[in-house]
Nanobody, 124 residues
Framework: QLQLVESGGGLVQTGGSLRLACAAS????????MGWFRQAPGKEREFVAH????????YYAGSVKGRFTISRDNAKNTGYLHMNSLTPEDTAVYYC?????????????????WGQGTQVTVSS
């Protein structure tokens, strides 16, 4: 069974950067397209980015395009989300997900497996 664990969250000031990591176990991550979602208090879970299993195609929410970069290293069984130019609106719990089963990649219902989440807090 595929399992995912996020890491790399923390507190950063406006304009700062963080790199989140998503470590997979149980199954090769190379078999799965994967993505990142985030959820702020009182809000719906929001699509952030998606990368195909090969890593050759990426997709971003308009709110993060140009600031965030999704990547993966299948040899290390790990995915990444590089976040730059962070603002307080980026504050949320960030979730790694995989097991894309079709449909809209921006829907949280399109994925089978989720990590536990990692908190990102951006101070003003």
């Amino acid at each position: 069974q595929l399992q995912l664990v996020e890491s790399g969250g923390g507190l950063v000031q406006t304009g700062g950067s963080l790199r989140l990591a998503c470590a997979a176990s149980g199954r090769p991550l190379s078999m799965y397209g994967m993505g990142w979602f985030r959820q702020a208090p009182g809000k719906e879970r929001e699509f952030v980015a998606h990368i195909t299993n090969s890593g050759r195609s990426t997709y971003y929410a308009g709110s993060v395009k140009g600031r965030f970069t999704i990547s993966r290293d299948n040899a290390k069984n790990t995915g990444y989300l590089h976040m730059n130019s962070l603002t307080p609106e980026d504050t949320a719990v960030y979730y790694c997900t995989a097991g894309f089963r079709g449909g809209s990649r921006e829907s949280d219902q399109a994925y089978d497996v989720w990590g536990q989440g990692t908190q990102v807090t951006v101070s003003s």
